[in-house]
């Protein structure tokens, strides 16, 4: 038994003081509000539950900044950033990844992200090299040394598009029949433990066959896992689904599918009104990654038509320009604002403050997107928690009614000091336990993709 005592803890039932938490077997036994500590109780500052990252592409921290000149043609937009990922994927071999994975999940942790769902599709390696569960095993080993509590979710993959039988040259890397995608699921149930879990992937509709989709969808119901899948990030998507379906993505997957609590449809952004207020009802949740929408320009999600008619988010780093779950929320908000001209506009009577409210929509959204009930600080929850230091500067003169007002929207350093998963501490003192060794992995991981990307 482990027994913490915070000054204030952001409860269930929102802001406590004097918390006692005990833990046994990585889960909360007993929490208890407005009690003394015991000497031997460790004594904590501002306690909060760890954020999930509901969307990520591990390989893909390896392109930050990489993509951000001009190119000769002056056509800088998703699709030509995607060429970019397409070259560096081809060259990450198995042992790249896990060392990639190991830095990206320790920032996660450092961050304030507990735990992560890992849309995993690079599965085939430099010239389609890797036949087996090598890169997935890579991402689940990483996520087991790094301590980040981990969904992972291999994608079936096949074709380049709506009208096309295959995948081209360059997209031989992700290939994955539903067949053999469900094989390497069923495969890596080995490997599951007490923070790593497997769910399953679509890549799109554009990418798989509308038969691969059922046999996906039958299995995950079977299992009862997260099934997962990018929907209406573009417009060329949208466009391309309406020529080859005669519907929109979002509407396809309406009418062609039980949208229930196991659905995570990653962005989502170009709805029109009925599928906004259809996909709200359902109880699928969106996962909205505001850095990354931002930075391939994909456009603004309708997220105050969405909200209003009770839909569900969950955030995501995905193509990890920024790996903050503040910041992320601090996007979400402010999106809204540079459009609707207002201030504080995602907002609930139940909780009157803006940041309160991002954290505990994004919270519930992404246990639901990793297929857990919640992520709350409650009995019988994983002990996944962070700590946040109230003598810090950003924290200095605010209260309860603020403190998640100061983390959300105060863009500076970050005032987090110790983060726990499944009842142990991965980050102390700001830094993760690991990171000096992970670090210097991930510098020669770079070095020789650097080599081979010039050499090429
Ligand atoms: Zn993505």
């Known amino acids: 038994m482990q027994s913490l005592h915070a000054r204030h803890a952001l409860l269930p039932s929102g802001w406590a003081e004097n918390v006692r938490l005990q833990i046994t077997n990585g889960c909360f036994e007993k929490i208890e509000a407005d009690t003394d500590a015991a000497e031997t109780d460790e004594k904590l500052g ?80 430099p010239n389609a090299s890797v036949h087996g569960n090598e890169m997935s095993r890579a991402i689940m080993l990483a996520a087991g040394d790094s301590g980040i509590r981990l969904t992972h979710i291999p994608v079936v993959y096949e074709r380049a598009g709506f009208d096309a039988d295959g995948p081209n040259e360059r997209q031989k890397v992700f290939y994955r029949s539903a067949s053999e995608l469900l094989s390497l699921y069923d495969d890596l149930q080995q490997f599951t433990s007490s923070h790593v879990s497997v769910g ?72 029109n009104d009925s599928e906004i207020s259809e996909l709200a009802k359902s109880a699928a949740v969106v996962c909205l990654c505001p850095s990354t929408e931002a930075n391939l320009g994909d456009g603004i999600f309708p997220l105050l038509d969405y909200i209003r008619a009770d839909g569900r988010i969950a955030i995501g780093s995905d193509s990890q320009v920024t790996v903050n779950p503040f ?38 959204g992404g246990a639901h997107a990793t297929g857990r009930s919640s992520n709350q600080l409650a009995r019988g929850n994983f002990a996944d928690l962070l700590v946040v230091d109230d003598r810090d500067p950003v924290m200095l003169g605010h209260t309860a009614d603020s403190y998640l007002g100061a983390l959300v929207f105060a863009g500076f350093r970050s005032p987090l000091t110790r983060v726990m998963v499944n009842g142990q501490w991965q980050v102390v003192d700001g830094q993760h336990r690991l990171a000096e060794r992970t670090l210097q992995s991930f510098d020669s991981t770079v070095q020789r993709l650097n080599n081979r990307l010039s050499a090429a």
């Open 327 to 364: 910041e992320e929320l601090r996007w979400l908000e402010y999106v809204q604002r540079l459009q609707h001209k207002g201030r504080n506009l995602v907002r609930s009577l139940e909780r009157p403050a803006t940041g309160d409210y991002l954290y505990q929509l994004a919270l519930e």
């Open 46 to 125: 501002i306690v909060i539950p760890g954020m999930v990252n509901a969307h990520s592409h591990a390989f893909q921290r390896l392109l930050v900044g990489h993509a951000e000149k001009p190119s000769p043609d002056g056509e800088d937009n998703f699709w030509g950033w995607r060429e970019r990922m397409y070259q560096l994927v081809q060259n990450i071999e198995p042992d790249m990844m896990y060392a990639i994975a190991c830095q990206l999940f320790t920032e996660m942790l450092q961050s304030g992200y507990t735990s992560v769902a890992e849309f995993h599709y690079a599965h085939n390696g």
């Open 200 to 271: 399953l992937g679509i890549h799109s509709l554009r990418a798989a066959f509308p038969d691969s989709i059922d046999a996906i969808v039958e299995h995950a119901r079977a299992d009862d896992v997260p099934i997962h899948i990018h929907i209406a990030e573009q417009e060329r998507e949208v466009t391309e689904c309406l020529e080859a379906t005669g519907t929109t993505p979002v509407q396809w997957l309406l009418d062609n599918h039980d949208l229930n609590h196991r659905w995570c449809l990653v962005h989502a952004t170009h709805m």
